[in-house]
């Protein structure tokens, strides 16, 4: 489902169509219809499968997600679904005088659409924001798209239950595992800055903060990066990166341990009487 849809070719917005007119999809020109309702968010729906277009499987909590962006952000200067025809794609929300695109994730998707994604924006000159949706992303074991985008501006997002709530949290990785979580960092999406020039000791900060800041220059206020820098004036947040940098060594650490130990016991229970078998077996045979 979208919330526009052309009519020839001007975009029309799903509130203001018309129940059985005949619209166009804007990610595929395939033909849509207007759906309203007390209950639900007007949108556009498709009259035939469409899997291949982004827009076709977009659910309510989506739409829902990008009409509080837009709110959230200043007015006049954001637009819903905007097209770019060059690279053939339809943003969620482009942020036009900031130059950023946001993306809402509600479903999976792989490290090589993540990637195409940020580059294709890229050349049209928007960085990418990932919003990733907490009931698919945020589990114990990562996404693979996931491990990569959190390299990038990227947050999750709680879309149930009223006004999304947006936010970044401390986080340690093993492999694919998330092993610890901090407690959820609430963001103000309508106050992204540029990040200074800055020394990442790697004793001062943990691994998530430094890598993220050699793979970006874009961050928001009240986000980790934002309070990683702010930890140069204020002494206790310099103190709990120390810590989170400390946790961080001691459960990677003892995850490793939990891993080789692992290792040994099926090592032990399973491959050493296999073993014996073998010798036995090979043994008679020999005879
Ligand atoms: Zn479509």
Partial sequence: MSLYAYEDDLLVYAAEAEERRPYRCSGCGS???????PSRVPHFYHLARASSCRLYSKSED??????SLKKLLPAGETVIERPFPRILR???VAWETRKIIFEIQCSFLTPREAEHRMEDYQTAGYQVVWILDDRIFNRKIL??????????????ATLRKGDPIFYDQFEIFHRNYRIKKGHHLKIHIEKPRTLPSFSW????????IIQKAAKTSLYFQG???????????IPMLAISMQNLRALERLSVKEAKQKVSLLRKVIKKIFLEPFGILMFFLLERAAR
């Fill in 201 to 208: 000791e790697e004793d001062r900060f943990p691994s998530q």
């Fill in 31 to 37: 033909p849509v219809r207007v759906r309203k309702g």
């Fill in 90 to 92: 339809v943003a969620d």
């Fill in 143 to 156: 996404r693979p798209a996931e491990q990569l985008v959190r390299l990038f501006p990227c947050y999750y």
């Fill in 223 to 233: 986000d980790l990066l934002h309070k990683a820098l702010l930890s140069e004036a």
């Fill in 62 to 67: 989506h739409l829902l997600a990008q009409l």
